[in-house]
C-alpha cells in the first residue's frame, strides 16, 4: 500500500477540508505514473498542482469539493488577501488607528456585519516564550504556538499549575477559592509567559504546557465598506492596542497582527459574522442617526456607502469624535465628498481632548437635541456603536435626556419612548 504525503496538523485548515485535501492528495498520487512512491521519496520534491493536474486529468475531481460558503464560518473560513494598510492617525497622536483593505474574492456581506479574522501570534513573544520554558522550537511546538494557542489570556489550570509549581501558594489561593475580582486584577496587563515566568524553566513539559493553553479564537472587526461601492473588497479600522505592562512592551494579537506582520499580499482567515439586528432600514428613505466615536465609526462608513450607491432619499446624521482633529479625524476627506453629494446631510464632531473641558459625542447630542429630537420624531433610526464600557451607557442616558426635555415627558414616559424604538428596531447598537 503506497503512503501518501498528508497536510501537517497545525496546517490552517478545519477538519473537514483537511480530510477533503488529503483524500485529494491521495487520489492524485496514485493516479501518477509513479504512484508507488513512499512518503519520503514524494514528499521533498511534490509537483505543482498544475502538472499534477495535465498529468492526472484529475482537475474535474475538484467538483466535488464542498461548495465554499460565501460567508465563510469560525470553523470554515476563507482566504482573503490584504490590500491595503494606512494609518489613519497621524504619526504623532496619542493613538494608532488603522484603515485595512482586503480582497475578498466571492465572500458576501451586508454593510452591519462584522469580519472575524484568524491572526497569529507575534514571532518574538513566541520565542520568549520558548526560551522562558526551556524548550527547544523543533517538533512544529514554534509553529503551534504561533498559530493554535491562546498566548494573551492563560487558562485558570495553568495559573494554578505555574503558581504551584513556582511555589506562589498566594495565587493558587486565589484560584482554588474562586477570589475572581483579586485574580482578575493580579491578571490584568499579565499574559501567558508572566504567568510561565512564575516558575523556573522547564517546570513544564512542551506537551503539558500546551495542554493547558486556551486555543487562540479569532477577533471581530465591523465592516467598514459597502460590497455596492467596494465590489471584492471588505475595509476595516481598526485600533492598535499596544501598551507597556510591568517592565514589558505588550500588543494586542490580532490588531497588530494586522498591522506589523500580515504584509500586503498575505492570504487572511476571514469569515463574515452577521449582524441581523444591526441593519440599514429597509426603506432607503428612512432618516438615520449614527453615533459612532473612534473605531465606532466603521459601520457608518459602510451605512453611508451604501446609501449613497442605492441612491436613497433618506436623511443622515454621523455624530463622530475622537481626540484630536488634526491627529484623529478619520476619513475626514471622505465625510467632506459624501456631505458635497448630498449623502450625508448633517455631521457633528467632538474631538476630545481640542480644549480643557472633554467634549464628547453626547455632549453634541444635548446641543442640537431639539432637532435630534425633530428626526426622532419622524421615524428616524438611531445606531451606537464603539466602547461599550462608557460611551454607549453615556450616549443612551443623553438620548433619553434629549427626549425628555424636548418632549416635556417625564423620565419614564421618556424611557418608554426608548423601549418603543427598541420594540421596533430603530435602536440599534454594535458595542464592544
Ligand atoms: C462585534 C465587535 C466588533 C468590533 N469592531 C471593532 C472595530 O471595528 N475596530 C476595532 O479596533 N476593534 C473592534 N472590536 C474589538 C476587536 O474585536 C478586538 O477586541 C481588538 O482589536 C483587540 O484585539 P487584539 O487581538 O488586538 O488584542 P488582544 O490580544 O485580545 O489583547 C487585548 C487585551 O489586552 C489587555 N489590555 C489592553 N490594553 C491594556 C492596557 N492598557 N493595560 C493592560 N492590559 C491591557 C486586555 O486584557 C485586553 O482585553 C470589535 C469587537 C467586537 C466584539
Ligand atoms: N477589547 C480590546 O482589547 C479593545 C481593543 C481596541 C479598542 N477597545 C475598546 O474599544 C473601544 C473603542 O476604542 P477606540 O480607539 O475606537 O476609541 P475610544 O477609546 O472609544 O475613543 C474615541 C473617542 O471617544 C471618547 N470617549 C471616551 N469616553 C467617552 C464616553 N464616556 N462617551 C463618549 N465618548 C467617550 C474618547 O475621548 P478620550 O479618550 O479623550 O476620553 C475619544 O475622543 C474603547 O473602549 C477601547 O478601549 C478594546
Not at 522547564?202 to 471581530?220: D, I, M, N
Not at 473588497?233 to 506589523?260: K, M, N, P
Not at 460611551?391 to 443612551?396: E, F, H, N, P, S
Amino acid at each position: 500500500m503506497p503512503v501518501f504525503p498528508q497536510l501537517p496538523d497545525n496546517a490552517p485548515f478545519t477538519a473537514a477540508q483537511k480530510s477533503w485535501l488529503n483524500s485529494w492528495i491521495a487520489s492524485v498520487m496514485a493516479a501518477l505514473p509513479e504512484a508507488n512512491i513512499t512518503a519520503e521519496q514524494a514528499a521533498p520534491g511534490l509537483p505543482l498542482i498544475s502538472q499534477l493536474r495535465s498529468q492526472t486529468g484529475l482537475a474535474d475531481g475538484l467538483a466535488d469539493a464542498p461548495a465554499p460558503s460565501p460567508t465563510g464560518s469560525m470553523d470554515n473560513p476563507c482566504f482573503a488577501r490584504l490590500i491595503e494598510n494606512r494609518l489613519l492617525t497621524t504619526a504623532t497622536a496619542a493613538k494608532e488607528t488603522r484603515h485595512f483593505a482586503m480582497h475578498i474574492g466571492g465572500l458576501q456581506y451586508e454593510v452591519g456585519d462584522a469580519l472575524g479574522i484568524m491572526p497569529t501570534n507575534c514571532g518574538a513573544l513566541v520565542d520568549a516564550v520558548l526560551k522562558c520554558g526551556g524548550w527547544s522550537a523543533d517538533d512544529g511546538l514554534r509553529d503551534e504556538l504561533t498559530q493554535r494557542f491562546d498566548l494573551t489570556y492563560p487558562s485558570l489550570d495553568f495559573i494554578e499549575a505555574a503558581a504551584q509549581r513556582g511555589d506562589r501558594s498566594d495565587l493558587v489561593e486565589l484560584v482554588k477559592t474562586e477570589r475572581s475580582a483579586e485574580l482578575n486584577a493580579w491578571m490584568w496587563g499579565r499574559d501567558v509567559l508572566d504567568v510561565l515566568a512564575l516558575c523556573p524553566a522547564g517546570s513544564f513539559t512542551a506537551a503539558e504546557f500546551t495542554a493547558a493553553l486556551k486555543c487562540l479564537k479569532p477577533r471581530l472587526y465591523s465592516i467598514a465598506s459597502s460590497l455596492k461601492a467596494a465590489p471584492d473588497e471588505v475595509h476595516l479600522t481598526i485600533a492598535q492596542v499596544r501598551y507597556e505592562s510591568h517592565g514589558r512592551a505588550r500588543s494586542g494579537v490580532c490588531s497588530t497582527f494586522l498591522a506589523d506582520r500580515a504584509g500586503i499580499d498575505t492570504q487572511i482567515s476571514v469569515f463574515v459574522q452577521p449582524s441581523p439586528d444591526f441593519r440599514l432600514p429597509t426603506d432607503s428613505a428612512t432618516p438615520v442617526i449614527m453615533v459612532g466615536p473612534g473605531t465606532g465609526v466603521a459601520p457608518f462608513r459602510a451605512f453611508l456607502q451604501e446609501r449613497q450607491a442605492v441612491g436613497g432619499k433618506g436623511r443622515n446624521w454621523l455624530f463622530f469624535g475622537e481626540q484630536s482633529r488634526t491627529e484623529s479625524y478619520f476619513y475626514k476627506d471622505e465625510w467632506k465628498n459624501l456631505i458635497r453629494a448630498g449623502t450625508l446631510h448633517r455631521m457633528d464632531t467632538a474631538f476630545s481632548r481640542d480644549q480643557e473641558q472633554k467634549v464628547y459625542v453626547q455632549h453634541r447630542m444635548t446641543e442640537n437635541g431639539e432637532e435630534l429630537y425633530r428626526w426622532l420624531e419622524a421615524g428616524a433610526h438611531f445606531y451606537v456603536c464603539g466602547d461599550a464600557s462608557r460611551m454607549a451607557k453615556d450616549v443612551d442616558a443623553a438620548l433619553h435626556q434629549v427626549i425628555r426635555t424636548h418632549s416635556h415627558k417625564s423620565a419614564d414616559q421618556a424611557a418608554a419612548y426608548v423601549a418603543e424604538m427598541k420594540q421596533a428596531k430603530r435602536y440599534a447598537c454594535d458595542v464592544y
